[in-house]
Nanobody, 123 residues
């Protein structure tokens, strides 16, 4: 059974940083694209970033986070990270880790999901 467990969320002031982690189990980690999505209050779930272990591990970012967020993966630990810098109040959301077999940006095409971790950015 696949499990994705996020951690690292919390409350931070605007301009601050947080690092989210997602520990995966029950899947061959290196064969999956790992992505981060977020869902703000009253909003639909949106793509944030994703990274594969192929295509030179080159990540893809939503325009709204490009230059501020960095995704990385540690295959030895079956963990994917999201370093978030220069946080803004509009980054406030529940952040979800997800796994997919193919490189996609649509939430519907991800096979497995974590339970989410809350990130709140105060102004």
């Amino acid at each position: 059974q696949v499990h994705l467990v996020e951690s690292g969320g919390g409350l931070v002031q605007a301009g601050g940083s947080l690092r989210l982690s997602c520990a995966a189990s029950g899947l061959t980690f290196s064969r999956f694209v790992m992505g981060w999505f977020r869902q703000g209050p009253g909003k639909e779930r949106e793509f944030v970033t994703a990274i594969s272990d192929w295509t030179s591990g080159r990540p893809y970012y939503a325009d709204s986070v490009k230059g501020r967020f960095t995704i990385s993966r540690g295959n030895a630990k079956n963990t994917v990270y999201l370093q978030m810098n220069s946080l803004k109040p509009e980054d406030t959301a529940v952040y979800y880790c997800a796994a997919a077999q193919f490189f996609r940006t649509s939430a519907g095409e991800y096979d497995y999901w974590g339970q989410g971790t809350q990130v709140t950015v105060s102004s």
